[in-house]
């Protein structure tokens, strides 16, 4: 088998060379009829830019032949695709087959598997149908995704095994009226206005009324706002383009094949259907063991196929509802009085906090690392995570000894901790994970151990164990097993996501081999729920069914959570580079994104579309400015910073006449430290321009424990300065910030008065700002240097 597997490497490598000498001959290929004795299924997607209306206001999005989502294109396995992409639009476009195996030219990774489709013009897909089942398809460039870039894939089966009459397609996807890389830029900058306008931030009021002060004190200590789940607001979330849809068309009796795809670039639902409870068939494009289920979580990129029955009377409500209880979308299916579905409630983010508290985590892993080179994973994964008393952590050694198939070892092991062999106070524990929640605690335990159980029962409902594969899934146990680690890692105070603490820029290709086992650990250490999609493979996600763990193209990874996943090539197409992310998409574009190679030649027709130009984008610059106009000073600050860099002008003026402006270059050398320098302009004496000091500046800023923005610098006159500012929501939309500042002057540079051998100077301020919008504040502060006053806050 290996000796087929390298000999198709080789004819494939070969015929990657071959291809690039016959492109002609491939453009007078005929496009009807046969290719390679497969029937050819041809479509053309066509992609606009155009004003759309989704959320009550005209945009500008990108259509696929007209509208959002695109068109369902629909093949039979076995067929021959060939479809045209026209890319109409103003910029370079992309279209990536989302859970399709194919050879790996025609995966739609611009840059890295496949050239981009220039303004202008058409690049032809095709490949031949080796699976059934229901698949999508988006742009893999920048944000076109959230703009309107995706659309189905239906794929017939040969042989149709399920019983069932009619599909009916359903593509989830979120809307926003903003463009998508001012949403990216809004993140940067920390802008709490999202969180506010869902109504999901946890002002300290709230946070204090709840008793849970301890709780919001661990978390700052750890850098952190808390918990979490979703990062941008979204006007509306659609199904098929719309915010609630009805299918009418269905007759009572009439068997309903849904297939059920979240097309959203950043959104995960909760979904549940009126009536009876519907038949779990399919999961990412693979059938799994019929199961009755109601409500189910969709990872952003998963898809999930569902039977149902139509009522004789009524219709059945799907609810769609987003995690963060942000928002619903809602399909009805049928005629006839609503047979409404379960509302789940909105999540308690002050009681995550709290929960989360007692449960004694260690947070805040480093998303930027000093040093991206070292390989530091497993002392992370010790350090970070869930401490808790009765059981060992993981101790993050990976087991190197393969001779018990990991499926066997799935049904002891939860994830993010392991039972000690001799642990008798746990003894009784089922430890699969569908237990969790109900899981029983010996008497005289549960009042310690309960709170921490509480705590892991809050992710426990985030779980694969109803997908349980038809036939086994395991692999020969005498292949050689590769374990790669990757910690996910985030900081939400500047939007970095990575893997092991390093973004994609900072890191190297994760080398795969198609005759091993790859098997990855997913260990996340941040409050969000990461989507990990593996381009062109299916991979086992290990779960309570061991060898019949169930295949997918995309497995979500709940909050302080592992999971591990395992893979042997992708039958047939063992070449080239993979790309591996975090399928939401801000994301991705953060850095949370990896490239997997089989370490094979790179194809010749990707010569001039270097892969850099993708690693680029997710190292790129992002800059904001906020301008204060009061009425005792107005000030003016500019940020332009990418992963490690930040170009900083600020500049303050009291009507008083006091000024002092500033512009430094900083360079980060983790998520909280970064040293800088510059040139700091200031008036020598109060209320007074006439004499004006510039002095150059070095120094550290470190974020600080509690999350105080800590600035120590010294001047050219060697006087050194220490300042310490923090802001903290304390109203729903009220913020209250402050700023001390003392510098200090011992005389070595410039002599100080008669007299005197020390000065030092004191500057303070402290204020109140409103949120009115995500643009603008009411502001008002008193300056030690400028007074008192008020006046508008306007971010750029
Ligand atoms: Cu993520």
């Avoid at 000894?401 to 524990?429: F, I, L, Q, R, Y």
């Avoid at 109803?466 to 939400?492: C, F, R, W």
């Avoid at 890191?507 to 990461?530: A, G, S």
């Avoid at 395992?566 to 953060?590: K, S």
Wanted: glycine fraction near 8%; include cysteine; aromatic fraction near 10%.
């Amino acid at each position: 088998m290996l000796k087929i597997k390298s000999m198709k490497k080789l004819l494939l490598t070969f015929l990657a060379m071959f291809a690039l000498f016959n492109v002609k001959a491939q453009t007078a290929h005929p496009e009807e009829g046969n290719v390679n004795n497969l029937p050819v299924h041809k479509y053309t997607l066509t992609l606009k830019e155009e004003m759309v209306n989704k959320a009550g206001k005209q945009v500008k999005g990108m259509t696929v032949n007209g509208s959002i989502p695109g068109p369902t294109l629909e093949f039979t396995e076995g067929e021959y695709a060939v479809i045209y992409v026209k890319n109409e639009m103003s910029v370079e476009t992309s279209i990536h087959w989302h859970g399709m195996l194919l050879p790996n030219f025609m995966d739609g990774v611009p840059y890295l598997t496949t050239p981009p489709i220039k303004a202008g013009t058409t690049f032809k897909y095709e490949f031949p149908i080796r699976q059934s089942g229901t698949y999508w398809y988006h742009s893999h460039t920048m944000f076109q995704e959230q703009s309107g870039v995706f659309g189905s894939l239906l794929i017939n089966p040969k042989e149709k095994i399920l019983d069932y009459d009619k599909d009916l397609v359903l593509v989830l996807s979120d809307w926003t009226n903003e463009k998508p890389k001012n949403v990216m830029r809004n993140l940067k900058r920390g802008n709490e206005w999202y969180q506010m306008k869902k109504g999901t931030s946890t002002p300290l009021n709230q946070v204090i009324a709840r008793g849970a002060f301890g709780a919001q004190l661990g978390f700052w200590r750890q850098r952190m706002e808390g918990a979490d789940i979703a990062d941008v607001y979204y006007p509306a979330f659609l199904i098929n383009g719309e915010e609630s849809v009805e299918y009418p068309q269905f007759e009572p009796g009439e068997k309903v094949r849904l297939r059920i795809i979240n097309g959203s670039a950043s959104s995960q639902f909760w979904m549940t259907f009126g009536g009876e409870t519907p038949m779990l068939v399919s999961a990412d494009g693979q059938n799994v063991v019929p199961v009755a289920h109601n409500k189910t979580f969709i990872a952003v990129a998963e898809t999930y196929d569902f039977i149902v029955t139509i009522p004789q009377n009524g219709k059945i409500e799907l609810r769609v509802m987003a995690q963060d209880g942000s928002g619903t979308t809602t399909a009805y299916i049928g005629k006839g009085k609503t047979l409404p579905a379960e509302v789940v409630p909105k999540p308690d983010k002050i009681k995550m906090m709290q929960q989360m508290a007692k449960m004694d985590m260690k947070m805040g892993a480093h998303a930027l690392k000093f040093q991206p080179k070292k390989d530091e994973r497993f002392e992370m994964k010790k350090e970070y995570g869930m401490q808790m008393d009765e059981m060992d952590m993981d101790d993050g050694k990976m087991n190197k000894n393969h001779s018990e198939p990991s499926a066997g070892n799935a049904e002891m092991k939860h994830p993010k901790m392991k039972m000690k062999k001799d642990s008798t106070s746990m003894a009784g524990m089922n430890m699969d994970h569908s237990n969790m929640k109900g899981m029983n605690l010996p008497a005289g335990k549960a009042e310690k151990d309960g709170m921490q159980m509480d705590g892991m029962g809050m992710f426990s409902e985030y779980n694969y164990d109803y997908l349980k594969a038809p036939e086994k899934t395991s692999y020969d146990q005498n292949l050689p097993v590769k374990e790669i680690l990757l910690n996910l890692t985030g900081n939400m105070n500047r939007y970095i996501w990575s893997m092991n603490g390093v973004p994609l820029s900072e890191t190297d290709k994760i080398k795969i081999k198609d005759n091993e086992i790859t098997r990855i650990t997913y260990n996340n250490l941040t409050m969000m729920h990461h989507p990990m999609h593996l381009h062109g493979h299916f991979f086992r996600v290990i779960n309570k069914n061991g060898e019949y763990s169930p295949l997918k193209h995309t497995v979500n990874v709940p909050p302080m959570q592992e999971v591990t996943i395992e893979f042997n090539g992708n039958n047939g197409d063992e070449y080239g580079d993979w790309f591996l992310h975090c399928h939401i998409l801000y994301h991705m574009n953060a850095g949370m994104a990896r490239i997997i190679s089989y370490d094979t030649p790179r194809d010749p027709r990707m010569e001039k579309h270097p892969v850099s130009k993708l690693i680029n984008e997710t190292d790129s610059f992002y800059a904001w400015s906020l301008v204060d106009v009061a009425s005792h000073m107005a000030s003016f600050d500019f940020v332009a910073s990418n992963i490690r860099n930040q170009f900083n002008v600020s500049a303050e003026y009291g009507w008083n006449q006091n000024l002092e402006a500033e512009v430094t270059y900083e360079r980060y050398l983790h998520d909280y430290l970064r040293v800088f320098g510059g040139v700091n302009i200031e008036n020598e004496l109060e209320d007074n321009l006439d004499e004006i000091n510039t002095t150059a500046i070095v120094g550290i800023r470190y974020l600080t424990p509690y999350l105080f923005n800590l600035d120590v610098r010294i001047d050219n006159k060697l006087r050194p300065q220490i300042s310490l500012s923090r802001e903290i929501l304390i109203f729903p939309r009220t913020a209250i910030f402050g700023s001390y500042e003392y510098q200090a002057d011992f005389g070595w540079v410039d002599d100080l008065p008669a007299a005197d051998n020390f000065a030092n100077e004191v500057t303070w301020n402290a204020g109140v700002e409103y949120y009115l919008s995500r643009n603008f504040s009411l502001m008002a502060s008193y300056d030690n240097r400028f007074g008192a006053g008020g006046g508008l806050s306007a971010r750029f």
